[in-house]
Every structure is written in C-alpha cells, then in structure tokens.
C-alpha cells in the first residue's frame, strides 16, 4: 500500500526561457526539455590578445584577462510521442500533429518577434500604431535553464534537426534536435539595457556566484592536499 513517500529524487528538467517584452512587462514563454540530454558538451575559449604585427615585437600581454571566457554549450534533444499518445485526451495537438508543436516551440527561439510575440499583442499594436518593442531586426533574450544553480542568457548559434519517424499525415513523431549556444557575458549587453537585459544580465551573475562559491568549497576540501604537497 502507497505510504506517500518516495525515495525517489525529484527530477528537474532543463528548459528555454525566452523573455519577451509585452504589454504588461515581462513575459517569458518556458520550452521544456521533454528529456534531459544525457551529456551535456561544454568550451570556454580565453580571451587571446592581439599580437603585434609591426615585426617589433610588443609588450607581453601578461596575465591580463578583460573579458570573460567564451563559453559555448552543445546539447542534443529527443523528442518522442510516445508518452503524449498514451493519453491523447490531455495532449490534443501531439495526438494530431506529433512532436511538431514542440519542435516549433523550439525552432521559434531563432527568430525575432514582435512585441509581446502573441497574436493579441499583434492586433493590439496594429489597432494603435504602437511601435514594437523588439525590433524585428533581433531576437528576444533566451535564458537556458540547467537547475538552480546554472541560468544563463545564451544566443543560439546551430540548430540542426533530424526528423527520424513520420504520422500517416507526415507529422514527425520522433526527432532528434542538435542545439549549439553561445553564452552571452554582461558584456553583451551594454547600457542602456532593457528589463529583459537587466534579467539576463542578472542571471549570468547569479550563475558566476555560484561558481565561485563552488570553487571555494572545492578549494577549501583540498587544502590537505595541498599541505601534504609542501616541502616541509
């Protein structure tokens, strides 16, 4: 007989956040991953100084770091039917058109919108001339969600898609999405910034604390280490 409790742990699932900005202030539309990627590729590129190219040489650049590192994320998705066909009652548009409601969700992430990127917000703004507070010229601020302690503002930089199984009516119903982000750094978003950048630029400082309170902890575990290291 079910007592209630679970040993279980409770599972997070990494997800888009795209931050739009509509009529009422922010508003974020939330992708979630269907299935967490079981691995997860990373790259941090330093910053390299120019080198001189006079033939004179120059002076070293030293330790000199005034940017942060690059960094880069490579993640691959699958997406399956399955579990919504199992109960079509709750999951209408997967039981017609298969994974592409998803799919489309993500692949939107690519492109610019108008203000508030909603049908009401469109006619609202064509009824009063508004001008749209995202040009169409750019993208809506994306954050990638990866657990409490990573949220960070990114642009996404490939997309390729494998659509590896089709509905009678050549829906997909099973895909596999290739995503490649860039991180962006305050740095990418220079005054004056918008609410959403602010949101960005608060989360990638918000991860970075995290980091640094993670090395702490990881530097402080081996200072035994350390000593055992010395000369002594």
């Known amino acids: 007989m079910?007592?209630?409790?679970?040993?279980?742990?409770?599972?997070?699932?990494?997800?888009?956040?795209?931050?739009?900005e509509g009529l009422l202030g922010l508003s974020p539309g939330i992708v979630p991953f269907q299935y967490n990627p079981e691995t997860l590729g990373r790259k941090l590129t330093p910053w390299q100084p120019e080198q001189p190219d006079d033939g004179e040489g120059g002076?070293?650049?030293g330790q000199a770091q005034p940017y942060d590192p690059e960094e880069t994320v490579d993640l691959t998705l699958i997406l399956d039917v399955s579990d919504a066909w199992e109960d079509?009652?709750?999951?209408?548009?997967?039981a017609v058109s298969g994974v592409a409601g998803r799919l489309a969700a993500l692949e939107l992430l690519l492109y610019p919108v108008s203000e508030g990127g909603g049908?009401?917000?469109?006619?609202f703004s064509t009824l009063t001339g508004a001008v749209d507070a995202v040009p169409r010229s750019e993208v809506p601020v994306v954050l990638f969600s990866w657990g409490p302690g990573r949220i960070l503002p990114v642009r996404l930089t490939s997309f390729a898609v494998e659509e590896q199984a089709f509905s009678p009516t050549l829906y997909p119903i099973r895909a596999q999405v290739t995503v490649g982000l860039k991180?962006?750094?305050?740095?990418?978003?220079?005054?004056p910034r918008t609410p959403a950048e602010e949101l960005a630029v608060s989360a990638y400082k918000?991860?970075?604390k995290q980091r640094d309170l993670l090395a702490a902890a990881g530097t402080t575990n081996s200072l035994d280490a350390l000593v055992s290291l010395l000369p002594v």
């Open 206 to 208: 918000y991860t970075h």
């Open 119 to 123: 049908l009401l917000s469109d006619a």
């Open 183 to 191: 991180v962006l750094t305050d740095a990418a978003f220079p005054d």
């Open 59 to 61: 002076q070293s650049a």
């Open 2 to 20: 079910p007592t209630g409790y679970s040993k279980s742990p409770l599972l997070l699932k990494g997800a888009f956040l795209q931050i739009k």
């Open 88 to 94: 079509p009652a709750n999951h209408p548009v997967a």
